[in-house]
């Protein structure tokens, strides 16, 4: 790597992210031979406030100690700008009163926070930020703001490119709850779900429910039940079960669905599939990518063109490598290279 340039992590390759609890490592390899071509570290106890030309809009903060934290890593692409800025989450003192906020933080620890600055005075009610979500297909941030102890919140958007910030909707319950699954175009209600993904084409949509064993539930957002305070909804009680186990991973146009799980199945549906009586089982179109083995295969990402899918496998003794597969299952998985000792634990954000 050549140290005299900045590393150029928007370039072709594999992008992988090391989420600890203080420092983000986001390191980008080739796609042919798993070598590594750029890397860059934020580290987020070592924070210092300061603004940002990136974002003239934003402001000087000073975070509670041991408060920030990257947003979504490791499930998502949590960085903005070519992959300068890390999306982060912290606390803040305003008048005595701890506030949650969110910002983004650069290589060398300057944190500008990028939520609203908060009016103060004698009787004057704080808000409180949560939920944050970048929206990348919009350019702009989706949170919730809450006044004081109530459950009630409003959905706001704040565009990245001038800062202004617009009321998308109002959530009376379960404002926790608010997520932004790729494809969406908007916010959802995720109730007890650990990830939600949809087909921008027709609508129709996926979601991992369980705490443990993830059963995948396919369900339709704009059917007579799927809504809530005016948003998507999931919950367990309004999808079809899908008869398959795993986390959703990615949607495609069809739409078929990429379930990460040892196999990697992909799963091809319809509305029709989802307007049957009981839960849509067997009959359904499914395949799957890899063959049945012992490796523990995890991080599915598409590539570019989406014709072909980048994963890591590890064995039992702990050795990884990254595969790459044909989306449509013409051949078994093609090695790439192993993962180097000291990546092992990362994820693959994408494959660019």
Not at 229 to 244: C, E, I, M, Q, R
Not at 300 to 316: A, K, R
């Amino acid at each position: 790597m050549d140290e005299r340039h900045p590393p150029d992590l928007t370039a072709p390759g594999i992008l992988t992210a090391d989420c600890g609890s203080a420092e983000v490592t986001l390191t980008l390899f080739s796609d042919e031979d798993g070598s590594e071509l750029a890397a860059r570290t934020f580290d987020t106890d070592s924070v210092t406030g300061g603004e940002s030309e990136d974002f003239p809009f934003g402001r000087e903060v000073r975070p509670q100690e041991g408060s920030v934290r990257g947003v979504d890593c490791g499930s998502r692409d949590p960085f903005l700008n070519d992959r300068e800025f890390l999306f982060v989450s912290f606390v803040e003192e305003v008048d005595g009163t701890e506030v949650n906020g969110f910002g983004v933080v650069d290589e060398s620890g300057t944190l500008t926070a990028l939520s609203p600055s908060q009016d103060t005075g004698d009787f004057t009610l704080l808000s409180d930020y949560t939920s944050p979500h970048l929206d990348h297909e919009e350019n702009r941030i989706v949170f919730v703001e809450r006044k004081g102890d109530a459950v009630d919140g409003t959905v706001h958007g704040l565009d990245l490119g001038s800062g202004e910030i617009t009321r998308i909707g109002e959530c009376e319950t379960h404002c926790h709850k608010i997520t932004l699954p790729p494809g969406a175009g908007g916010p959802f209600f995720g109730l007890a779900t650990r990830r939600i993904v949809v087909d921008p084409e027709s609508g129709l949509a996926a979601a991992s429910y369980g705490a443990y064993d993830s059963s995948v539930f396919l369900f339709d957002p704009d059917s007579e039940y799927g809504g809530s305070d005016g948003f998507p909804t999931f919950s367990h009680t309004t999808g079809k079960l899908a008869n398959v186990i795993g986390e959703v991973a990615h949607m495609f146009e069809g739409p078929s669905l990429l379930v990460e799980n040892d196999e990697l199945t992909v799963v091809e549906f319809t509305a029709e599939d989802l307007t049957a009586d009981g839960a849509v089982g067997d009959d359904l179109g499914s395949r799957t990518l890899v063959p049945p083995s012992e490796r523990t295969n995890t991080s599915p990402q598409p590539s570019p063109d989406g014709t072909e899918i980048v994963f890591l496998s590890e064995t039992e003794s702990g050795e990884a490598s990254w595969y790459r597969v044909p989306f449509d299952g013409s051949t078994e998985p093609e090695r790439i290279s192993d993962v180097p000792a000291e990546h092992l634990g990362s994820t693959i954000v994408a494959w660019q």
